[in-house]
C-alpha cells in the first residue's frame, strides 16, 4: 500500500512539474484549455496545466518576407519586374494564431498584391524616380489588412526595378538629348554673358579714352613676353584721326589747285 501511494505521489510530482515552461524574452505563448483560447503567457517562467493546457510558441521579433520578383504594368502600360522586401512583427499573437491559418504567407501575399496594385497606379518615371511615396502606398495597405490578424508593419521597400531593354535604349538616348540641350544652353548663355562684357567693356572705352592707350600698352608688352620677331607699334588713336584730318586737307588743296 505504502509503495502505491509512494508511486502516486511521484507521479503527481512529475506531472506537476511538466506544467512548467520557459519562454525567452522575444517569445510568448498562446494558451488554449481544452480548445478554447485562455490567455497569452510568457515570457519567463510559468506553468500551465498538463494535459488540459496547449500551447502555441511565437517569436515576437522582427521577421524579413523577400518578394520574389514579378511582372506587373505601370499606368503608362510599360511591363516591368519589381520585387521587395518586407519587415514585420507580430503585437498581437493571439490573433495571429487565432485569425489566419499561416501570417507568414498571409503577409506575403497581401505585399505581393498591394505591389501589384501601386505599381499599376503609377508612371514608369514616377516608379524610378518617387519609390519612398510608392513605398509607403504599400505600406499602409498591406498594414490595413494584416492589422486585422495582429501584425505591425515596420517597413516595406522595392529593392529592385528591371526595365525592358528596347525601353533602356529610349531612356538613355532621352537622357543623351537632355544633356546636349543642358550644354547648349550653358553655352549660349556663356556666349550671351561675354558679349555683355565686350559691350561693357566697348562703353567704358568710348568713356575713357585713355583706357585704349593702356590697353594697347598691354598688347604690346604681351607680343614682347611671347618673343616674337615681329615688332608692332601702335599709334595712340588721336594721333591717327589728326593724320586722316591732314591727308583729307591736302587731298582737297590739292584738287583745287
Do not use: C
Amino acid at each position: 500500500m505504502g509503495q502505491v501511494i509512494l508511486l502516486a505521489v511521484f507521479l503527481i510530482g512529475v506531472l506537476i512539474i511538466s506544467g512548467f515552461k520557459i519562454d525567452k524574452e522575444y517569445q510568448r505563448s498562446v494558451i488554449f484549455r481544452l480548445g478554447r483560447f485562455a490567455g497569452v503567457k510568457g515570457p519567463g517562467l510559468y506553468w500551465i496545466i498538463p494535459f488540459v493546457d496547449t500551447r502555441r510558441r511565437i517569436d515576437m521579433r522582427t521577421m524579413t518576407v523577400d518578394i520574389e520578383s514579378q511582372e506587373t504594368v505601370t499606368k503608362d502600360s510599360v511591363t516591368i519586374r519589381v520585387n521587395a522586401v518586407l519587415y514585420f512583427r507580430i503585437t498581437q499573437p493571439e490573433k495571429a494564431v487565432i485569425e489566419v491559418v499561416d501570417f507568414g504567407n498571409a503577409t506575403y501575399q497581401a505585399a505581393l498584391t498591394a505591389l501589384r496594385n501601386v505599381i499599376g497606379q503609377h508612371n514608369l518615371d514616377e516608379t524610378l524616380k518617387d519609390r519612398e511615396t510608392i513605398n509607403l502606398a504599400i505600406k499602409e495597405i498591406v498594414e490595413e489588412i494584416t492589422g486585422q490578424w495582429g501584425l505591425a508593419v515596420d517597413y516595406i521597400e522595392m529593392k529592385d526595378v528591371e526595365i525592358p531593354e528596347s525601353m533602356q535604349r529610349a531612356m538613355a538616348k532621352e537622357a543623351e538629348a537632355i544633356r546636349e540641350k543642358r550644354s547648349r544652353i550653358i553655352k549660349a548663355e556663356g556666349e550671351f554673358d561675354a558679349s555683355m562684357k565686350l559691350k561693357d567693356a566697348a562703353q567704358f572705352i568710348e568713356e575713357n579714352p585713355a583706357a585704349l592707350e593702356l590697353r594697347r600698352m598691354q598688347m604690346i608688352s604681351e607680343v614682347g613676353a611671347e618673343q616674337n620677331t615681329t615688332t608692332i607699334i601702335l599709334m595712340p588713336s588721336d594721333f591717327v584721326t589728326m593724320a586722316k584730318s591732314i591727308g583729307e586737307g591736302l587731298n582737297i588743296t590739292l584738287k583745287n589747285e
